[in-house]
């Protein structure tokens, strides 16, 4: 039987005072911050000095006792890097109101053969009416996209580049956001490449940019099989499906390959407070619980939640992982789910009295109600927002655990979007410099070697943290936080 070994977190939060005095002191302090911050709003920012790393800053991820999982390149990871949408887009010009934008981009690639590979992204975009683009042909008349390759985040001599043109055959609709197809060819020589995606509105001028690393040789299971709708025309660039959904793993050349299955338990903690900088508790262990077998390319029904893992050898050190969760994920909507994520924003004696309650949901309700000094509006439109940002984390960050307990699914809970991402090959760092009640504020987050995904990132923990965590805490607990 095989034993995935995972660091816990122990999860506490003490970001908070029950007493009532002391809460409306704070609330007070902290709302007469934001107003002198929007007063001052034009001044110069300045930025927290960064504290020096400490040994306590270990993985989380779950590994085995008899493999070891080998280092990655960055993934195709959605993370925002300008404005209030979330995306993988390093940068973002001329940012003005009343324009066609692009707001977001995923991107994911599978292997063709050895010299040349597929790239899937997920485009989100806006008209100069704000609204959702969703009209492939809408998008086809306004922008332009190039691509150039690099070797690495750190050598710009270019591999090569072009350009690819758009049109209704290759730019699609899916759900709420656009498609992309286009094929590329490997460089001469190169083993792998970054690719530099630009996407330009063709009146304006205004650009998003993308990157993903492209691997054409030694290409591993995730590089050559991914997770598609049950049509088996696109592949689905998330981490989780629902039970009893139609899925299938399959290549760019439907080809059929016998795959083994684990699945495991799905229990992990969420993550522990950004301030949090004490060891990790002593490793657990993650049992297999049962196994199966597929075939790529034909459709199969995954029936229990949990964390499922699949490889084509069982000496293999990555393979491709999916939680599945409830039909609603990733909305919350079942009272014993919905306590768990309020943990950002409570006490350890609040959560241990929800956790005790016989009749969860009017724990829950009489909780939010109490927070909110029994304003049932104000409770509402906070509960409202609060979820929002769950449902949203749980969407973009859901990795071996669902995103809302992922070290990004917290900050961007609590914070929001962040305003601009840095990232390079072993690191992002979110910039958090338009909020009215913080200067400057960035985190950072390494990437961590996972045998189950490519997206694990883990937060470097600060006690400088909490003059930042606390107030924004606390406006959440007092319903200053609507959206």
Known sequence: MRILSAFFFICFLTACSTNKKTQQDRANAAYDARTEAQRNQNRPATRPAE??????????????????????TPAPVKVMTDGPALGTT?????????????????GKFLAIDSNSVRVYMDITAKSPAGEVVLKPADFVEHFLMAYVMYPDYNNR??????????????????????????????????????????????????????????????????????????TGTRPQLRNYVNIGDTVI??????SNKQLLGY?????????????????????????????????TNKPFIIPREGLYYFVEDTADVAGIGLVAADKRFPKLTRPEKLIKPVLYMSTSSEISELNQAQDTKKAFDRYW??????????????????????????????SYK????????????VLGA??????????????????????????TFTKKPNQFVEDHYELVRFIEYQPVWYPIVEAWRTGAIRE
């Open 263 to 295: 699945r495991y338990r799905h229990d992990f903690e969420a993550a522990s407070s950004p301030m949090n900088t004490s060891a990790r508790p002593a490793a657990k262990s993650l049992t297999e619980d049962s196994t199966l077998s597929i075939t």
């Open 157 to 230: 001599e270019r591999l090569g580049y072009g350009t690819v043109p758009l049109t209704t055959e290759n730019v699609g609709q899916e759900g709420d956001h656009l498609t992309l197809r286009f094929d590329v060819k490997r460089p001469k020589d190169a083993p792998s490449s970054v690719l530099l995606s630009e996407f330009t509105e063709s009146s304006s001028g205004t650009k998003a940019r993308n990157d993903l690393t492209l691997r054409f040789k030694g290409a591993k299971l995730s590089d050559r099989y991914s997770l598609f709708d049950k």
């Open 369 to 398: 109600l109490s927070l909110m000094s029994g304003n049932e509006e104000v409770a509402r439109k906070t509960l409202k927002a609060y979820f929002d940002r769950v449902e949203e984390a749980n969407r973009l960050f859901t």
């Open 90 to 106: 390093p940068s973002v010009s001329g940012k003005a109101a009343g324009e066609w934008m692009v707001t977001s981009i995923k």
């Open 51 to 72: 504290a020096p790393r400490t040994d306590s800053q270990r993985s989380e991820s779950p590994r085995t006792d008899s493999r070891s999982s080998t280092a990655q």
């Open 249 to 254: 793993i399959r290549d760019v050349n439907g």
């Open 418 to 443: 962040p305003d601009r991402v840095q990232r390079n090959r072993e690191r992002e760092v979110w910039v958090y410099n338009r909020r009215a009640n913080v200067s400057e504020v960035n985190f």
């Open 402 to 413: 669902e995103g809302w307990k992922t070290d990004k699914g917290m900050i961007y809970i």
